[in-house]
C-alpha cells in the first residue's frame, strides 16, 4: 500500500553524531547501545542498533548517521530506545549505516 505525501512528511529524519556506543548484551540478536547528538533542537538520544556485524565500537564514535526521531519510544529489555537509526539491509541481515557523504551540523533534516 502506498503512502501519501503527507504521510512520508510527518517522517522526521535528521542527521546525528554518534558520541557513545556501549555493548548491549541483554538483546536478543548481537547489537550496540548509542547515544546521537542530533543538535540543539533536538539534543541527545539513544537507540540499539543491530550493527556489529559491519562495525567496531572504536570505528562508530563521532560517525555521523541518518535517524527517525519522531517515532514512539521503544523499550527494548532495560533499554528505552528514542529513535530509530537508518541503514541498508543485506542479504545476510548485516545493517549499512546511511550516513551523509560530507560532515555536516548535526539535527539537519533528511529531505
Known amino acids: 500500500m502506498d503512502l501519501t ?15 557513545e556506543v556501549n555493548d548491549f548484551p541483554e538483546a536478543r540478536k548481537p547489537a550496540f547501545q548509542l547515544t546521537i547528538d542530533f543538535g540543539s533542537e533536538i539534543g541527545i538520544r539513544k537507540s540499539s542498533a543491530q550493527i556489529t556485524k559491519r562495525y567496531k565500537k572504536e570505528d562508530l564514535v563521532n560517525r555521523q548517521i541518518v535517524a527517525v526521531v519522531n ?3 521503544k523499550q527494548i529489555g532495560k533499554f528505552m530506545s528514542e529513535c530509530l537509526v537508518l541503514g541498508a539491509v543485506g ?21
Open 5 to 19: 505525501w503527507n504521510e512520508f512528511e510527518r517522517t522526521d529524519m535528521r542527521v546525528g553524531t554518534i558520541v
Open 71 to 73: 517515532f514512539p519510544k
Open 91 to 111: 542479504e545476510e541481515g548485516d545493517v549499512i549505516l546511511l550516513a551523509p557523504d560530507f560532515k555536516i551540523p548535526n539535527g539537519l533534516r533528511i529531505g
